[in-house]
């Protein structure tokens, strides 16, 4: 009998439930489900709906039952960082503040008045970005002590749907090291630094690692969806299952340490695989992280702004009647010669009312030709990224001591062409893109090793490469 796996993958603009199985080695999926997301301002802060949320993943578990393809595990990944306090009946205390709100603004201060940056990089391996969860918990201590007062619970995003689905609360690893509060040791949260934060320590209790079992579903749960299934811990992270499902063939003899990939979506995380965290001076120099992957894994890479900047300009033409797809923006790109280029890292380019006015004051600040045509500030963009993995190659091979011959490109930025191409060309290295939905089939790789149909995530990882559709870009002068 078939087996099913569900994987219910939230992304910062949208959602989506995918089924899974295997047949002969391969890998199958179908979509059977998609729903919307994104922000709004509550409270004069950036939020997320997590009530719309929960009803949109119950919605699109309803299409199993109506297909006939009940799942034996289901597990969610969302992004990174945010994350929800509960009271002691379980009931959110304020809102569920997204990262791009600006209430990190100057907790970073605060956060270095009791310990150094370079001190808190050393304890954490995790990078500097002013929305990580330990500015964003300072922000909470600053502004809205009592909710810390009245917390029983810390549940990062998709922790808090699990235990909806299930009334079990889990701690997932991936995900809890990109809070900037994990010791890349221990494994572990590191107890003696939320203590001198003034975070309660209670509400950070043991962790667990993906394809650990949560629970089988609420009986009012079972009840309104009509079957039942086990809820098994993927990474949660998006980006922890995304890497996940980095396709490795059977006769590359890659190791985890030889791959270099890029997680290509709203954001590019480029990195690769350690064994053990590198927490060294410069590595932090370089600003590069150490988040948590499966088995203990760590994902050692860089947060680039990504796939973001194009999303933004995309939705900003089409509000203007110039509804362009992002084939057809790769399509005007490629025929632009504009060689202005700007910092994707930059902070302006985070959240800004505008991301073609902001993309040409860059411009204009530093004296280049200013973009004015869709082509030309999507050509800016696009040489933009593919610069900035050039440099970060550069950065990484430095650190690490090891060369890098290929970049494995995952997720729906696989699928921008023009964007593939020129990483090729500006890296000088091979580059293999695909499969497009990464993170979806990463989560369910975890719910599949936790049910024994891979051996582990090496064999998992080859029955990647052998289901779906690796395209290859070499650089031109090749």
Known sequence: MEKHYLAIDIGASSGRHILGSVKEGKITFEEIYRFDNGMETKDGHLCWDVESLFAKIKEGMKQCKKIGKVPLTMGIDTWAVD?????????I??????????????????????????DLYERTGIQKQIFNTVYQLMAVKEEKPEYLEQAD???????????????????????????????????????????????PQKLFGQLSMP????????????????????????ATHDTGSAVMAVPMAEESGESKEDILYISSGTWSLMGTELDRADCSKESME??????????????????????????????EFAAAGQDYSFAGLCQMALKETIASIVDCNDSTFLAP?????????????????????????AAVIYNSLADCYRDTVRELE?????????????????????????TANRTGRTVYAGPGEATAIGNLLAQMLAAGEFEDLKSAREAVYRSFAITEYKPDHM
């Open 353 to 377: 009312k505008s991301m073609v006015k902001a993309v040409q004051d860059f411009c204009r600040r530093l004296g280049m030709q200013v973009p004015e045509t869709a082509g030309e500030v």
């Open 286 to 315: 370089a600003n590069f992280t150490n988040e948590g992957g499966y088995d203990f894994r760590f994902r050692y890479l860089k947060n680039i702004m990504g796939m973001w900047m194009i999303q933004s300009v995309r939705k």
């Open 153 to 199: 619970s810390f549940l990062m995003i998709p922790d808090y749907f699990h235990y909806l689905l299930t009334g079990v609360k889990r701690q997932e690893y991936t995900n809890a090291t990109t809070t900037q509060l994990v010791n890349p040791e221990t494994g572990n949260w590191d107890y003696e630094l939320i203590g001198k934060l003034g975070f």
């Open 93 to 118: 205390l304020g809102n569920a503040v997204g990262y791009r709100d600006d209430r990190t603004k100057g907790m970073d201060d605060k956060v270095y008045e009791i310990i150094p940056l370079k």
């Open 211 to 234: 394809g650990t079992f949560v629970g089988k579903l609420r009986p009012e749960i079972e009840a309104e969806l009509g079957f039942t299934c086990q809820v098994v811990l993927p």
């Open 398 to 422: 430095a650190v690490t001591g090891k060369h890098y011959s290929s970049i494995h490109v995952v997720g729906g930025g696989s699928n921008a062409e023009y964007l593939n191409r020129l």
């Open 83 to 91: 994350f929800v306090l509960l009271d002691e009946e379980n009931r």
